[in-house]
C-alpha cells in the first residue's frame, strides 16, 4: 500500500456493482497481511462471496483461516449476519439470548434486522468496529488491518452513516450510545474508503461522485483502484487521421509473419474497434485524475479470479 | 467433437410486438446493462407502433437525458425523436410513496403521516422501499389502461431476487403480528390490555424499546395507526402487484454480462421464475466480446512475437500489423471466456431462450446508440 496508509486499520472498500470490489478487497487483505501480518477480510451482504472467491465452504458467522499470505501472513475471513450480530448483541448487553426464540417468534428479529432504516447497518459496522478495535491480553490489536467489503457506491453513504441516521431516530438506548463509537473511527484517519472502478462511463461517474459526498462528509478517501483495466495497444499514429487503417501497410506485415491477407480486413475493423475502447478508456482515466487521491491500476484476470491470481493482484499493492 | 446443443433463441420482435405481451419486466444484477436494455426495448416498441412507456430506476445521467428525462418527477413523459409514441419515466421512490398515502386518506391525516419521523425513514431509506415502489408505480401504470405495453426495470438490488422478496417483505411487516400488537393499545385501548398480558409481548417490547428507544416504536405504532385506516392493508396490495407479475401478458427478461457472479445471479432468477409460475421470455447475454474468427490467440501471439524481432531492423515496417495482432490475441481470449461464460449458462439452463449483444465500444447515451442494441437485440 502506498506509504501514506501505513496507519489505516480500517479499509473500507466499495465500488458500483461488477466492478469486482470483493477481489480487490481480497487481494488488499492479502497484500496487508503479508510479512507476518494477520488482516482479517469481512463480508456484510450475505452474499457468501468470500467463500466463493477463496473456495472455502460457506463461513458460518465466525472468524475462519481464509489463506495464506506471504511471507508468513494470514487473512482470516468473516461473514456478518446481521441476524446473529444482533442477538450476539443482544446477550452481550443485556444477556438476552434465551428470549431470542420469543422475540423471532414475534416479528422482531426480522424487524431490527432487515426492515428497521439502519438498525442492519449500525449492527454491521457495530462488529466491524469491535473486530477493528479488539485486543488481545497484552493490549495488542488481534489484527493488524481489517479490509472491508463494503455496500456498492449507491449506498456507502447511507452505511457508513446509519450510525447518526439511527443516533438521531433512537434518541436514547444502548444502540444510540454505541454509535458514537462507531462513528468515530469511521470518520477518523485510521479508516480509508477505497472506490473500485473499471474505465467505463457509469463506474467513473458513480465513482467521481461518492469520492466527492464522502470527502465532504468528512472521511478519509484512500485509493481509487481502477480494475480490469485493458491494456494500450494501439500506437499513437498507427490509425490514419481518418479512423481507419492503412490496409497495404496491414497486409504487408501479416504476409511477413506468414498470416493470411484475407484476415486483413476483419483485423482491422477489429483494430479500430479496440481503438474506440481505448479512447473512451483514457477518457474515463481523465476523469478519475481529479478526485485527490492515490490511483492503483490492476489488470484484467478475468473472472473467476483463483487465490494464485489474488496474489498477483496483491503485488500491486505492495 | 461433438456440436453442442444451442440454446433455443430469443424473439425479442416476437415478444415485443405480440399485442399480448402487456408487461416487461428486466431483472439481473447491477451494472449488467438492465436500464440499457430496458430503454432499447421500450424504444423498439413504440416504433413497431406500440404506445409504450418505460418506467427506469437509476439511469445514467446522459442516457436519461437522451430520453429527456431532466429532473425525477415520477410522470410518463413523451420521448422526442422517436418515430411512435414512447413515453418514459423516473421512479421517484419518496413521491411515490407521498402519492400513496395522499391517494388514500384525508388531506389531515395526510400532513400527520408525512411528519412522522418513522415515515420518513421509511420512505426514503427503508430496505425493501425502492422495490415495493416500483411495483406501486407499475401496478397504476398497469390499471390506467393507458399503455399497450409497460417495460419495467427494476431496482439495483444486492440480489436480483430483492425485486420479487422485498414488497411481500413489507407489505408482511407492515400487517404484521407485530405490528397489529404495536397498534393494539393505540386503537383498542383497555381492550387490548387482556390480549397484552403475554410473557412474549412483554419481553418484546421491552426489549425493542431498550435497543431502538421508545420514540422509534411510537412513531412506528402512530405511523401505522394511521395508515392502518386508510387501504385494506399493505399486505393485500403487495399481493395484488405479485399477482399482477404471474398474470399472463407478463415477460421477465433476465439481463446478465458474461461474468460469473452476473450468471449466477441470472441462474437463481431463472430457476426462481420457473417455482413460481412466473413467465420467463429469456435471457440477455449483454456485452459479449467477439473476435475476428479464422486465427487463434496463440497462433496470433506467435506471428506478433515473429514480427517483433523482425523489427528490429526498420521498426516501422511492422508495426502496424504487431499491433493488429496484438489487439487480436487480447480480443479472442476475451471472446474465449465471454463465450465458455455464456455455454456453461446454457448447459445449465438448455431450455432458456437467450440473444446475445455484442459489446460496444462506448456505453450508449443517444437514442441512436439505444436503436443499435435494440437491432442488436432482435438480430442475433
Known amino acids: 500500500m502506498p506509504g501514506v496508509l501505513t496507519d489505516v486499520r480500517l479499509h473500507v472498500v466499495t465500488g458500483k456493482g461488477g466492478t469486482g470490489k470483493t477481489t ?257 478508456q483514457a477518457e474515463n482515466r481523465a476523469r478519475l485524475a481529479d478526485i485527490p487521491a492515490s490511483r492503483i491500476e490492476l489488470p484484467d484476470l478475468t473472472p473467476p479470479v483463483d487465490l494464485g491470481e489474488l496474489n498477483e493482484l496483491a503485488e500491486y499493492f505492495s | 467433437m461433438t456440436t453442442r446443443r444451442q440454446p433455443p433463441a430469443l424473439d425479442i420482435d416476437a415478444l415485443l410486438r405480440d399485442e399480448e405481451t402487456r408487461i416487461v419486466v428486466t431483472c439481473g444484477s447491477g451494472g449488467v446493462g438492465k436500464t440499457t436494455t430496458a430503454a432499447a426495448m421500450a424504444l423498439r416498441a413504440a416504433e413497431a407502433g406500440r404506445h409504450t412507456v418505460v418506467l427506469t430506476i437509476d439511469p445514467a445521467r446522459r442516457l436519461a437525458q437522451s430520453m429527456g428525462l431532466t429532473e425525477l418527477d415520477n410522470t410518463p413523459r413523451p420521448v422526442k425523436g422517436v418515430e411512435g409514441e414512447l413515453f418514459a419515466m423516473m421512479l421517484d421512490m419518496k413521491r411515490t410513496f407521498d402519492d400513496v398515502v395522499s391517494a388514500h386518506s384525508t388531506p389531515d391525516r395526510a400532513e400527520q403521516i408525512f411528519a412522522n419521523p418513522f415515515y420518513q425513514a421509511l420512505s426514503s431509506s427503508f430496505a425493501g422501499t425502492q422495490e415495493y415502489m416500483a411495483m406501486e408505480k407499475l401496478s397504476q401504470l398497469a390499471e390506467s389502461g393507458e399503455w399497450d405495453l409497460i417495460v419495467v426495470d427494476t431496482p439495483p438490488s444486492r440480489s436480483a431476487l430483492d425485486f420479487l422478496d422485498a414488497p411481500q417483505r413489507l407489505g408482511r411487516f407492515l400487517d404484521g403480528r407485530m405490528i397489529r400488537m404495536l397498534v393494539a393499545p393505540a386503537k383498542a385501548g383497555g381492550r387490548a390490555s387482556i390480549k397484552l398480558v403475554t410473557v412474549g409481548l412483554t419481553v418484546f417490547s421491552k426489549v425493542l424499546s431498550k435497543i431502538l428507544g421508545g420514540d422509534l416504536l411510537q412513531d412506528v405504532s402512530s405511523f401505522v395507526a394511521a395508515l392502518e385506516t386508510m387501504f385494506g392493508g399493505f399486505r393485500q396490495r403487495a399481493e395484488q402487484t405479485y399477482q399482477l407479475l404471474k398474470a399472463p401478458g407478463t415477460a421477465f427478461v433476465v439481463v446478465a454480462a458474461p461474468e460469473p457472479d452476473a450468471l449466477r445471479e441470472a441462474s437463481y432468477f431463472v430457476e426462481r421464475l420457473s417455482r413460481d409460475d412466473m413467465p420467463l421470455a429469456g435471457l440477455v447475454v449483454n456485452r459479449l466480446h467477439r473476435a475476428v474468427p479464422g486465427l487463434t490467440a496463440w497462433r496470433a501471439e506467435a506471428a506478433a512475437d515473429a514480427l517483433a524481432e523482425k523489427a528490429d531492423s526498420d521498426w516501422t515496417e511492422f508495426a502496424l500489423a504487431e499491433a493488429a495482432l496484438r489487439v487480436h490475441v487480447e480480443t479472442a481470449l476475451t471472446a474465449d471466456h465471454d463465450a465458455r461464460m455464456a455455454r456453461r449458462f446454457a448447459a445449465a439452463h438448455p431450455d432458456v431462450a437467450t440473444v446475445a449483444v455484442p459489446a460496444l465500444p462506448a456505453d450508449v447515451h443517444d437514442l441512436d446508440g439505444l436503436r443499435r442494441i435494440s437491432d442488436l437485440l432482435a438480430l442475433s
Open chain 1, 24 to 280: 480487490v478487497a481480497a487481494a488488499l487483505a492479502m497484500a496487508l497481511a503479508e510479512g507476518g501480518r494477520r488482516t482479517l477480510l469481512v463480508e456484510v451482504e450475505g452474499r457468501q462471496a468470500l467463500a466463493q472467491l477463496f473456495d472455502v465452504p460457506a463461513l458460518p458467522y465466525e472468524e475462519r483461516h481464509l489463506a495464506a499470505a506471504r511471507n508468513g501472513g494470514e487473512v482470516v475471513g468473516l461473514a456478518i449476519d446481521p441476524e446473529l450480530a444482533l442477538l450476539e448483541y443482544l446477550e452481550m448487553f443485556y444477556n438476552l439470548k434465551r428470549s431470542a426464540r420469543v422475540l423471532k417468534r414475534m416479528g422482531a428479529i426480522d424487524f431490527a434486522t432487515t426492515l428497521a432504516p439502519g438498525v442492519r447497518d449500525v449492527l454491521l459496522t457495530g462488529k466491524v468496529k469491535e473486530t477493528t478495535t479488539r485486543t488481545d491480553k497484552s493490549g495488542r490489536f488481534v489484527y493488524d488491518a481489517v479490509v472491508l467489503d463494503a455496500p456498492p457506491t449507491g449506498r456507502i453513504r447511507q452505511f457508513l452513516e446509519a450510525t447518526t441516521e439511527v443516533a438521531n431516530l433512537t434518541k436514547a438506548g444502548p444502540i444510540n450510545r454505541q454509535s458514537v463509537g462507531v462513528l468515530d473511527l469511521l470518520h477518523s484517519t485510521r479508516t480509508a474508503i477505497h472506490l473500485v472502478t473499471l474505465l467505463e462511463e457509469m463506474p467513473v461517474q458513480e465513482t467521481v461522485d461518492a469520492a466527492t459526498e464522502l470527502a465532504a462528509a468528512g472521511f478519509r478517501l484512500g485509493a481509487v483502484v481502477v480494475n480490469r483495466a485493458r491494456p494500450t495497444l494501439v500506437g499513437d499514429g498507427q490509425l490514419r487521421p481518418d479512423g481507419t487503417v492503412d490496409l497495404a501497410e496491414l497486409r504487408h506485415g501479416l504476409a511477413a509473419a506468414g498470416v493470411d491477407a484475407a484476415l486483413a480486413e476483419p483485423l482491422a475493423g477489429q483494430f479500430v474497434e479496440y481503438a474506440d475502447r481505448q479512447a473512451v
